[in-house]
């Protein structure tokens, strides 16, 4: 359901089915034959739970880097070896080396937004071996008297996003009485790859790993 030789944005608040969705699209890559590749930034691979989700995880290759360069180089290889699925999970989890060396308050300005704007162009000149590209990331609240939305490493990826998808959640699915699961709403915000952008559709999403 996602193009390759693609960038796809995948955004939302927390717990809306961000790393879900993502899961799902690495199952329907394995099961066409794919190899599937997971960059794991906030350390929440999970076996039991990747394994409720469709995916085996044995078959996927797997990366936990330390900081965001280690992150950008091994997905620039990754791409040259043409995996057919390579997940970042997630932008907000990225930290450049010269802040993670640095004492807790160093805290310079949009350290995130500056490596990933300048890690995006090398990336995209590795797109045309085939890869998929999935970028999750999380949307936050800005401080000040007005509370907009933002995503961790600046605006950069929206504007080189080939496809843009914005989950939230619907109302709760339940089962005698117990909320077993909830819907998403997945509307498509920005579209390069043709159809209509601002379309959405509702995929019911179910704690056990389920989706219909």
């Known amino acids: 359901g996602i193009p390759r030789k693609k960038l796809t944005l995948i955004t939302g608040a927390t717990n809306v089915g961000k790393t879900f969705l993502a899961l799902r699209l690495a199952s329907n890559a394995q099961k066409n034959g794919g190899v599937v590749a997971w960059i794991d930034?906030?350390?929440s691979w999970d076996r039991e739970w990747v394994s409720k989700c469709g995916l085996d995880p044995s078959s996927v290759l797997v990366s936990q880097p330390t900081t965001g360069e280690d992150a950008f180089n091994i997905a620039r290889e990754l791409m040259r070896n043409?995996?057919?699925?390579?997940?970042?999970d997630s932008v907000a989890g990225l930290v450049p080396t010269a802040v993670q060396e640095e004492d807790f308050s160093y805290n310079p300005i949009a350290f995130q937004a500056r490596m990933v704007n300048q890690a995006l162009p090398k990336l995209f000149s590795n797109l045309h071996y085939g890869s998929a590209l999935?970028?999750?990331?999380?949307?936050?609240?800005?401080?000040?008297?007005?509370?907009?939305?933002?995503?961790?490493?600046?605006?950069?990826?929206e504007f080189f996003a080939h496809f843009l998808l914005e989950l939230r959640r619907s109302s709760w699915i339940e089962e005698k009485k117990q909320k077993i699961g909830f819907d998403i709403e997945v509307r498509v915000r920005k579209s390069k790859v043709g159809g209509l952008p601002y379309q959405s559709c509702i995929v019911p999403f179910k704690m056990e790993g389920g989706i219909d």
């Open 41 to 43: 930034t906030e350390l």
């Open 82 to 88: 043409s995996v057919d699925l390579l997940v970042l």
């Open 134 to 157: 999935v970028f999750v990331n999380q949307v936050r609240s800005s401080m000040g008297p007005v509370s907009l939305p933002n995503m961790p490493g600046g605006v950069a990826q």
